[in-house]
């Protein structure tokens, strides 16, 4: 072998740092495509307006917002079914993030004032972390990916034994760290032995002001070496969170790179397929809840399974697909007043038990909605509309998720034009409650408008079964024409209707 044949001097007159000879390494290492899975998990989106805003983790401490900004961006949508993409895993969610000089000056005290300690720093409750250690960074070994990148650059070495190609990558990945992160490092006082983690964890697209934001959130975790770093997150590649998600599980969770693979990342791992989770959801669930790792499974996560089955009543078969639909149940506290939202509602409807765990398992979002400002007002809007307790129940049973919805951007423009456009009644709901769920300007209105431009639509009442079909069975079905004619339709409608709210403004 060509590493072998080097001999001690010239090895000695061309070595560097370990850290450089990652770098080095890391310019050279391509990556090999993966195959991704496209199933999404649910969306678990909830008005925030009707959740209560005192929640707090099972321990009584504030709940971090980090954890529920899919909640509250899903919340800004009116529709549960008609809807695109909420794009929960966008790389865009953080690149707006800027940081001010006041913060930058409060990051330079908090480096002063760590220096003087020792650069200690106590890690919470979470669960088998790896702490930072130069003598245990300096004895890490390479990864094997790193060293077949580094042997095949040796085997490149001249009769001479010189490598010109691994010198010349050395010296740019040198000069490129020190230009890239240069400021940084003067800024967070961090040490260049860390640089191949930033320049690894950059492939995932974290930036200068990500970085300080994982400093202030969390130092630790851009303290520990490359090869740690690079080995858990290959590993949550290897059971499906998709590249993209990578970034935002970092800047949710950044003590999840320090989090050990065999103690912790596969012991939750194992803890979701036990639940009957199937193993192309296990990504996508670690992408909405990375917290979730912080968690103790016999001490945390179990309890909160146990619990949601032997006191809520949920069904051992369904706590997959409650899990599935909103794995944030998982990390939150357990609340007697979920409890409470379950008589409330058997009181209130005069249901039954079963019925109300229905709801639950459809809805899991249910039991955090606040009595007074979410789940009375919209059973009351069902009532005053002429709807008995007896169809209430039918519709919420069918469509728990009428309890996420806006009173005054949703459910009531769709019920002025289900009367007033449509000529139908309000018990129709009863039969077709996914009316609610659907968009009253993207499809609903332009189906509408489409068949009657084609002197289509049927005489009396409109038939809401002509909603539901996708665009493609709607167009066959009811329009007797191509998708295309009826989308380029809806376009001019919808730019109509935008020109109008743009006049009145």
């Known amino acids: 072998m060509a590493i072998s044949s080097l001999s001690t001097a010239t090895l000695n007159h061309r070595s560097h740092s370990s850290s450089l000879l990652y770098l080095a390494a890391s310019l050279l290492q391509s990556p090999a495509p993966r195959l991704t899975c496209t199933t999404r998990v649910a969306s678990s989106h909830s008005n925030p307006k009707i959740l209560k805003s005192n929640r707090r983790s099972r321990h009584g401490h504030p709940l971090s917002p980090y954890d529920t900004d899919d909640d509250a961006r899903a919340a800004n949508s009116d529709e549960l079914h008609d809807e695109e993409d909420d794009n929960w895993s966008s790389d865009d969610e953080f690149r707006d993030i800027e940081i001010s000089e006041t913060d930058r000056q409060r990051l330079k005290l908090k480096n002063e004032t760590l220096k003087g300690q020792g650069r200690t720093r106590h890690i919470g409750k979470n669960w088998d972390l790896e702490l930072s250690s130069p003598a245990r960074n300096l004895a890490k070994r390479p990864r094997k990916s790193v060293a077949r990148n580094v042997k095949y650059t040796m085997e490149k070495i001249d009769g001479d034994g010189v490598s010109s190609t691994l010198n010349s990558k ?82 949710r969770q950044p003590q999840i790179l320090q989090y050990t693979v065999e103690n912790n990342l596969k012991a939750h791992v194992s803890f979701l397929c036990s639940l009957g989770i199937p193993s192309s959801r296990i990504g996508q669930i670690i992408a909405a809840t990375p917290s979730l790792f912080s968690y103790s499974v016999e001490n945390s996560l179990k309890p909160t399974v146990k619990y949601l089955k032997d006191e809520i009543g949920i069904q051992e078969k369904d706590i997959s697909k409650v899990v599935q639909l909103s794995p944030q149940i998982l990390v939150q506290r357990i609340d007697s007043t979920w409890k409470t939202r379950l008589n409330f509602l058997m009181k209130e409807l005069d249901a039954p038990r079963q019925s109300i765990v229905k709801m639950v398992t459809k809805h899991p979002q249910l039991l955090h909605y606040s009595i007074e400002d979410g789940l009375l007002p919209r059973i009351n809007f069902l009532r005053s509309i002429g709807m008995q307790n007896s169809e209430i129940l039918k519709v919420l049973t069918s469509l728990t998720q009428v309890f996420s919805l806006s009173l005054e951007a949703n459910l009531k423009p769709k019920y002025k034009y289900l009367v007033n456009e449509l000529q139908n009644e309000v018990h129709s709901l009863t039969k077709y409650p996914t009316y609610l769920s659907l968009s009253l300007d993207q499809r609903i209105r332009p189906r509408h408008c489409f068949l009657v431009s084609l002197k289509k639509a049927p005489k009396g009442p409109f038939p809401l079964s002509s909603f539901v079909p996708t665009d493609e069975s709607f167009c066959r079905q009811w329009a007797g024409t191509s998708v295309d004619k009826y989308l380029d339709f809806r376009q001019r409608l919808l730019l109509k209707d935008l020109a109008k709210k743009y006049e009145s403004q």
């Open 170 to 251: 050395v010296k740019e990945a040198e000069s490129s760290a020190k230009n890239r992160f240069g400021h940084l490092s003067e800024e967070l006082d961090l040490d260049e032995r860390y640089f191949p983690l930033l320049n690894y964890l950059s492939s995932f697209g974290l930036k200068e002001r990500h970085f300080l934001q994982m400093y202030e959130r969390h130092m630790p975790s851009l303290q520990i070496n490359v090869e740690s770093a690079e080995e858990r997150l290959e590993y949550l590649l290897s059971i499906g969170v998709k590249h993209r998600d990578i970034q935002k599980i970092i800047l």
